[in-house]
């Protein structure tokens, strides 16, 4: 156990880190506004699920995925990264860029899941903990590091509600900007590793 703890606690803070849910929370509250606290809170799981999922799959099958579809790193994070900077000008904005009314329930969660949460970056976090450790402390890292996210989406509300609403807008359209600008550098990456 006492070798096993600080290879947790290493992949614990490189994924919560990289997840960044703080990062999140004034996106998920204004993409969450007017919803019920039961919504919010069906939103903050779905997208620990989809963030879980991705997380456990390339955990588990690793380089398999994007080998099967002849696919790569690059290219992966090249699509991650046009998606990241579509939701950083959206909340930058203030703008709603193809979003479906019929399924606006979902959209936080799915959003906020991937790429937001789970994206390139985290991808090739476990990707990399996998190759280091194995599967076991990876796989403890990750469900503690969902764990903690869920809990920070959770009560996104409250912590939007300490903050106030006025700072939390502004750092809205400030954390949305630093997300296009991410998703930019990710972009970026992408082409080089490509060429």
């Known amino acids: 156990m006492q070798e096993l703890l600080p290879g947790i606690l290493y992949a614990f803070a490189a994924l919560f880190i990289i997840l960044d849910p703080l990062l999140s929370v004034p996106i998920f509250a204004a993409m969450t506004t007017g ?5 919010i809170h069906r939103q903050a799981f779905i997208a620990v699920a989809v963030a879980g999922g991705l997380m456990y799959v390339f955990l588990f099958f690793n380089t398999m995925i994007f080998d099967l ?8 994070q090249i699509a991650g990264g046009i998606l990241l900077f579509l939701l950083g000008m959206q909340e930058a904005l203030g703008i709603d860029i193809g979003r479906c009314k019929d399924h606006s329930k979902t959209a936080a969660g799915v959003v906020i ?18 190759n280091s450790y194995g599967l076991l402390i990876p796989f403890i890292a990750i469900t503690l590091s969902l764990i903690a996210t869920w809990l920070v989406l959770y009560f996104a509300a409250d912590i939007q509600r300490v903050v ?17 600008a991410i998703a930019v550098k990710i972009v970026f990456s992408g082409i080089k590793l490509l060429i």
């Open 113 to 130: 899941g991937t790429p937001l949460l789970c994206g390139p970056g985290t991808i090739t976090t476990v990707m990399l903990l996998t």
């Open 69 to 76: 579809l002849g696919l790569n790193m690059p290219s992966f």
């Open 164 to 180: 106030g609403d006025v700072v939390t807008d502004i750092m809205g359209k400030v954390l949305g900007m630093l997300v296009a």
């Open 35 to 39: 919803q019920t606290a039961k919504e």
